[in-house]
């Protein structure tokens, strides 16, 4: 079979050829000779375009798409996807923290049967507090959400069959969320133990915005539960505001001369108005959502594509 890797390349310059000189020597080594690298330069302002056209040509399997600007990773990943030629589509990053080499441990796996298997790390390094709660989040949100088993780890590193590529690339969304897509089109998935490297340069990409922005995109893009919990919130506020008014009104009639506080009623309106911006929020994300997709909204744009046998 032929193996398709995508890696999303971002002001990955001090490190990316590493990367793809390990990955061909592991593919030529151990797993496939008929394979391709799709590297994609998503709006990188330092020297990684230039770096990728250099590797491109010198090596013929591997494919270079320039993205006109910074789109997402989820975004640079859909464009890798709609110019998969393989059998197998392999995900990796470009820091050099993924374990290329234990990819033989996802192939095993998946040719068992599954659809798609997962790589979970272990021994991840340099992860901050704020990372591993988001983590955390991201992975109770997925299962209770959108129906992920709480076994499976959903990283950055991944092989799947193409089938399962073709179908999620005819996603429109302006703001792709891969392990949902992932989640909509198939449950026969499973997930290997993978190392996890240091990494040698730079900090990590996924800042607070972008790992939040993420959350938002998978809370929101395939799940109508955050709609139904808000309509559950505004009537339990409202049945207790009606008993909180019932009780007061008794009250007064039963205590002509009982002076109504100051701090209960601020503590009343604060809750209230504090409930309903939250709910309005998350309509409001919905709403924001539906007129992204019904503007037509592009998820990437290609300025060159680079390769040998272009």
């Known amino acids: 079979m032929k193996i398709s890797v ?35 330069n998503d709006g ?35 464009a890798g996807y709609n ?46 507090i704020i990372q591993n709660f988001a983590t955390r989040v991201n992975n109770f949100t997925s299962t ?13 590193f991944w092989v799947c069959r193409r089938y399962i590529i073709d179908s999620i690339i005819k996603s429109t969304d302006p703001n792709p969320y891969i392990a949902g897509l992932f989640l909509s089109v198939t449950k026969n998935y499973s997930s290997v133990p993978t190392n996890h490297h240091k990494r040698k340069f730079g900090k990590t990409k996924y ?13 929101t893009g395939f799940s109508i539960l955050p709609l139904r919990i808000a309509s559950l919130f505004g009537i339990l506020t409202s049945i207790i505001g009606f008993f909180f008014l019932a009780t007061i009104i008794i009250h007064k009639l039963l205590n002509p001369d009982v002076q ?20 309005l929020g998350i309509i409001g994300e919905y709403i924001g959502r ?12 290609i300025r060159n594509i680079y390769n040998q046998n272009q």
Do not use: R
């Open 260 to 279: 109504a506080g100051y701090t209960s009623l601020m503590s009343i309106i604060i809750f209230f108005s504090g409930m309903i911006m939250l709910l």
């Open 207 to 219: 800042t607070l915005s972008k790992m939040l922005n993420l959350w938002i995109s998978g809370l």
């Open 44 to 78: 990188s302002i330092d020297g990684t375009l230039q770096k990728l056209k250099e590797i491109s040509f010198k090596n013929k399997e591997v494919i270079v798409i320039d993205l006109t600007k910074n789109f997402g990773q989820a975004n640079a990943m859909m």
């Open 144 to 156: 209770k959400l959108m129906g992920k088993p709480k076994n499976i780890h959903m990283g950055n």
């Open 290 to 301: 539906i007129y992204q997709n019904s503007g037509n909204n592009s998820q990437y744009c």
């Open 83 to 128: 110019y998969v030629k393989g059998d197998l589509i392999v995900h990796s990053d470009d820091d050099g923290q993924t374990a290329i080499e234990d990819l033989h441990k996802l192939i095993n796996e998946i040719n068992k049967g599954y659809d798609i298997v997962f790589g979970k790390i272990t021994g991840k390094k340099q992860n901050s």
């Open 6 to 40: 995508v890696i999303p390349c971002y002001n990955s310059e001090n490190y990316i050829s590493d990367v793809v000189h390990k990955t061909i020597h592991i593919l030529e080594e151990n797993l496939a000779k008929d394979y391709e690298i799709i590297l994609i």
